[in-house]
């Protein structure tokens, strides 16, 4: 399929086996810059494996992921990330033993050097315009009075919100977000929204995958619906909501 105008990442007729397994087929998917595209499905519908396809973490069978021009295909995952595409996982993936400041630091370290360094915070107290950074963005997330606590003792809402945090500092142009609230309350939950909806004002373009109907139409510019490692439906939420095939294959008739 010829990619669309405004389309900051195309994934192009990608194949995803695992042994006799045929995980994603035929994926094509646009995302266009500056907007909010849900991707929902029943578990073990491919959506998790087409993100890891997307950063690098797996090799697509076949097919290709261009992001801005560039392929991403055959590329590592920090070469990805430093491209300016960045994911917050399911689990979050923190830095257990450091502060809470010192996590957002970290990436902002590594984007300044090009790589991770064991010796990254022997220089910390001085490092005054990384430092502002990364209280301003905690600032954003709700986290600045606890940037002195450890990380390991956070609530999962608050360690989910951590590695946003952590997201963010890289300045990415494509935020992928893998269930951004599973496990949070709804309280938290809605706290997580307003944030996001904080960050597309920005024009930050993201992916989302999430479980939560709530979440979801509550963001989404757009929808992609994956069931059985295939995009059964794609269009705008209100489309997505009445559509026949996702109600069999997902919704149940909850959003009609």
Wanted: glycine share 10%; proline share 4%.
């Amino acid at each position: 399929m010829e990619t669309k105008d405004n389309v900051v990442l195309h994934v192009a007729d990608v194949h995803k086996r695992f042994g006799g397994l045929h995980a994603l087929a035929d994926i094509d998917l646009q995302i266009e810059e500056g907007k909010t595209h849900a991707i929902i499905g029943p578990n073990g519908a491919g959506k998790s494996t087409l993100l890891n396809v997307i950063i690098g973490r797996l090799a697509p069978t076949s097919g290709a992921v261009v992001f801005d021009g560039t392929v991403l295909t055959g590329k590592k995952p920090h070469e990805i990330n430093q491209l300016g595409v960045a994911r917050v996982f399911q689990t979050p993936e923190i830095f257990a033993d450091l502060s809470v400041l010192q996590n957002v630091m970290t990436p902002a370290f590594a984007r300044r050097d090009g790589a991770f360094r064991i010796n990254m915070f022997r220089s910390t107290d001085n490092e005054t315009e990384i430092r502002e950074e990364a209280e301003a963005i905690l600032e954003d997330v709700g986290l600045i009075e606890r940037r002195g606590v450890n990380s390991g003792a956070l609530s999962r809402g608050d360690k989910r919100r951590l590695e946003l945090a952590m997201c963010l500092i890289q300045k990415p142009r494509l935020l992928l977000l893998d269930e951004p609230t599973a496990g949070m309350s709804r309280h938290d939950t809605n706290t997580t929204i307003e944030l996001l909806k904080k960050i597309k004002a920005r024009g930050m373009t993201k992916v989302i995958i999430e479980h939560d109907m709530h979440v979801v139409f509550s963001l989404a510019d757009r929808m992609s619906v994956l069931a059985g490692g295939r995009i059964i439906a794609e269009g705008l939420p209100s489309e997505i909501k009445g559509d026949p095939r996702v109600q069999e294959a997902y919704l149940g008739g909850a959003y009609t």
